[in-house]
């Protein structure tokens, strides 16, 4: 018998109420369509509760994890859960009603967040975006869960593009001036925001600019 592990994540930033009636409802889905699966029902919203949480499926046998972005959180449990779980990985997020003001729980952002980290560190994983109720989330959720998640797509091949004399001139020109360029970074990326991240030799080897950092305190 399959077995699937849940965990929601959350933070407390956002509209609990909303996430707690989101999450609440997501269960209930689960509940029908994955009998039987092994997890807290509580929203996780700092790292303790969330490392607790992960070491609970160490030792468990799972299928898949279903992770419920309830609300947006960066990146920083999910490559920790990503390192601890072997298992194939799907990411739930949720639609929300647009208002005009601040989103209220911010759910895909989370998922995007999490993605890129996960490709940056060989992991694939699959994904949904439905509202509990959406007649297709168990279909979706099933299939998830049956067919597998996929790997990660394969470098595409390289096509040949003609590209003619204007075009090449003006990117020799704007690499000429990116090559004496300078630019400024003021601190540090947030945790958890990697997408965020550069390597400033990199930069330089790509593009010729050079990175001149200024820690906050200095500033």
Sequence with gaps: ???????ALARPTFDVDLAEEVAEAAFSVLDEVAPGWIGSRNLLFDAATTEAAITSFRDAELDALIVLQVTFTDATMTKTLAAAVDAPLVFWAFPEERTGGRLRLNSLCGTNLAAFALGQAGRSLGYLYRAPDDPMVGVEIRSLLNVGIASPPVESTQLEIEITDEARH???RVASVLASSTTGVI????????????DADTVRELTGVTIQRVELDDL
């Design 1 to 7: 018998m399959s077995t699937t592990g849940v965990i």
């Design 170 to 172: 003006s990117a020799q």
């Design 187 to 198: 601190g540090e990326h947030p945790d958890g925001f990697d997408p965020c991240r550069y």
